[in-house]
């Protein structure tokens, strides 16, 4: 099961990463006393990139929670997922 849970992980990271090197990338926009980085342009593709990226970081926090046993905690953090 761990393989094919990081076996599609990194098909999604890789995924997440080619899609991305094919849209405008964000720029600094100043915030409070640094930056962050945001989409200029706002367009549909940008946003499915901004998605998945979420999806695989939320995917590797549900696997940190779950080897520790905070499953009640990891429940919550899939909630993201879906909205």
């Known amino acids: 099961m761990?393989?094919?849970y990081d076996?599609?992980?990194a098909k999604l990271a890789?995924?997440?990463?080619?899609?991305?090197?094919?849209v405008p990338a964000?720029?600094?926009v100043p915030f409070q006393n640094s930056?962050?980085?945001r989409y200029q342009e706002k367009t549909?593709?940008?946003a499915i990139v901004q998605k998945l990226v979420r999806?695989?970081?939320t995917?590797?926090?549900t696997r940190l929670l779950m080897d520790k046993g905070f499953f009640q905690e990891q429940v919550r953090s899939n909630e993201c997922l879906t909205s």
């Open 26 to 28: 964000p720029s600094k």
């Open 55 to 57: 999806a695989v970081s």
């Open 35 to 37: 930056f962050v980085f």
């Open 44 to 46: 549909i593709q940008q």
């Open 59 to 61: 995917l590797h926090a």
């Open 14 to 22: 890789h995924t997440a990463q080619q899609l991305a090197m094919n």
């Open 2 to 4: 761990n393989q094919c």
């Open 7 to 9: 076996l599609a992980l």
